[in-house]
């Protein structure tokens, strides 16, 4: 499967990012993301597409007994057990769809930034369905449907190089939608609000919070992040299994 997080070009550009330098607190969505959070004292937790495990590490802190995080990326997983490593947390090269998702397994299941790599959203949603215990909490962020509409997922920007608009378009095309992010060449995933919504209904999920991502004030000043109030770039969804 392709991945570009295994590309050496891509890969040094994400580490460029804010939120890969500084984690957590420099990630314009992690207030409203974590507000979300159970609390994880003793519970089991799983990450889909954990990337550096920042999420993975939280949940060790927030005393999860067993925290698993899986990603397709060789490189990225190697970078988690540098950065985020915990004696209650286990990393492993692992695609999100290919994940065996134990029956009854985890209490809490995150997915931060991955869900838009994956066709078959509604797929993942029902193995999530069977791996987390009665009970048991679905909290993920994917990139929002008005964000990964247009074929090209840029803004249309003035002579002089300002944003001016975002465009939706094919908005109701569900597929892969050939994008530059970080300078690269990336594949995403476009999914419809009712795809990811009524995926989790018909999956037996009860919804319990959809947020739509808005950077705070004090990381305002990061370039480009004033541009991120003008579009929804990030849906947050948090849902219980009955
Ligand atoms: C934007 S990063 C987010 C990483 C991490 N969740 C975070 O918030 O810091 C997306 C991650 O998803 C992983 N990924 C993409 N497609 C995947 C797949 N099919 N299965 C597992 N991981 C995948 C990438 O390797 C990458 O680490």
């Known amino acids: 499967m392709n991945n570009e997080y295994e590309n050496d070009i891509f890969f040094e550009e994400y580490a460029k990012m804010s939120r890969s330098r500084d984690g957590l607190k420099s990630a314009g969505e992690w207030r409203q993301l974590k507000s979300l959070f159970p ?42 057990k540098k950065r985020n490593t ?3 947390i286990e990393y492993r090269v692992c695609g999100i769809e290919e994940y065996e998702y134990p029956q009854n397994m985890w209490d809490c299941v995150i997915s931060n930034l991955a869900l838009h ?21 679905f909290i993920f962020n994917i990139e929002h449907p008005v964000f990964t509409a247009g074929v ?3 803004w249309i920007y003035s002579e002089t190089g300002k944003p001016q608009y975002w465009p939706v378009d094919d908005y109701f095309v569900p597929g892969a939608r050939n994008t530059r992010f970080l300078g690269c060449d990336v594949v995403k995933q476009h ?52």
Not at 40 to 51: A, F, N, Q, S, W
């Open 86 to 88: 915990g004696n209650s």
């Open 191 to 242: 999914h419809t609000l009712t795809q990811i919504l009524m995926g989790l209904l018909n999956n037996g999920f009860e919804l319990k919070a959809v947020e739509e991502a808005e950077p705070p004030e004090e990381m305002m000043s990061i370039p480009g992040m004033k541009d991120e109030l003008r579009r929804p770039m990030m849906l947050l969804v948090k849902a219980n299994k009955n």
């Open 39 to 80: 609390p994880l004292l003793g519970k089991t937790v799983l990450d889909l597409g954990c990337g550096y495990g920042w999420h993975c590490k939280f949940a060790a802190e927030e005393g999860a007994a067993q925290v698993l995080g899986i990603d397709l990326s060789e490189k990225m997983i190697k970078e988690a």
């Open 152 to 154: 090209k997922q840029d």
């Open 117 to 137: 790599y994956i066709e078959h959203i509604e797929k993942i949603f029902q193995k999530v369905h069977e791996t987390l215990k009665p009970g048991g909490i």
